[in-house]
């Protein structure tokens, strides 16, 4: 179903709807699970600082928050979003929220993270400023400036990078003062959960991303290699836990989290399908195995 079609079925949702869908409150553990499982690895340590933590949390998820007001923006601002779009309804395209208002939605929640990030700058190292400041750079280029880099089929490398190895490591960082390996290795298996969530999201806007000349990975691999591009994100995630344990990083405990992967079957087969919901629903099943991996690493940690 379009979005216009799902207005059109449903009736015009209020404001205060709209604004929330286009935060894509779904996908939010995208942030919240590497920040469970760089904090855990704290724990794990017995270094934990939860006021460093929990700003850290705030980071991410105004970072991501972000991201997404400032994607429905750019993509209305581009062409990206038309009637064709599958998916949750859009802030700006929808007609009901003027797109200058959704710019600074946007700023605003950068402006969170700008803020939070500075305060546990002050806790932890100043020089994490900078990479604040990256962080938010990132954020805004992936779909926004004259060059988004979204467009041009790097946006699994940001999200492995700042919703993986960043978001996991910079908070073993702000509670420890140092990064692990086992830091690292959680933060490659969030950022191959993060890049399947953004590659079923790009597989489902294949055609209308092209009509747009949005040449994410999937739109300049096709859909058959892109989908070989989520089994191997899948494949390595569940390989972290593994080499965790091999390299005697954690104890055997860790391997829990392979219970999870059965969670996995349901996008990988979705992702075969070319219908709208089939793949809303392996995007929806895929943040929720992420989440629940990250509660058992996180949980196998506390406990060994």
Known sequence: ???????????????????????????LPVSISPVLVGASVAAHDHRVRIAAALLALVVALALQVGVNYGNDYSDFKRGADTPARIGPVRAAASGLIPPRHV??????????????????????APWLI?????????AWFYTG???????????ELFVFVFFGL?????????NEGRVTLLAVLGGVAMGC??????????????????????????????????????????????????????????????????????????????SAQRAGPALIRALV???????????AWALSLVFS
């Open 1 to 27: 179903m379009t979005a216009s079609a799902s207005i059109a079925s449903h009736g015009r949702p209020s404001r205060g709807r709209v604004w929330l869908l286009a935060a894509r409150p779904a996908t």
């Open 103 to 124: 710019l600074y939605a946007a700023l605003a929640s950068f402006g969170v993270a700008a803020a939070a990030g500075f305060a546990v700058a002050l806790i932890a």
């Open 130 to 138: 900078a990479v604040g400041a990256a962080c938010i750079a990132a």
């Open 145 to 155: 400036g004259p060059r988004p880099y979204g467009y041009a089929g790097f946006g």
């Open 166 to 174: 960043v978001a996991t490591c910079g908070t073993t960082f702000v």
């Open 193 to 270: 959960f993060a890049v399947a969530v953004l590659l079923l999201n790009n597989i489902r806007d294949v055609d209308t991303d092209a009509a747009a000349n949005k040449r994410t990975l999937a739109v300049r691999i096709g859909r058959p290699r892109a989908r070989r591009a989520l089994i191997a994100a899948f494949a390595i995630a569940y390989a972290m836990p593994v080499v965790a344990v091999l390299t005697g990083r954690v104890a055997a405990l860790a391997l829990v989290t392979l219970a999870t992967a059965p969670l996995a079957v349901v996008p990988l087969r979705n």
């Open 285 to 295: 099943t895929t943040v929720r195995t992420m989440s629940v991996f990250a509660i």
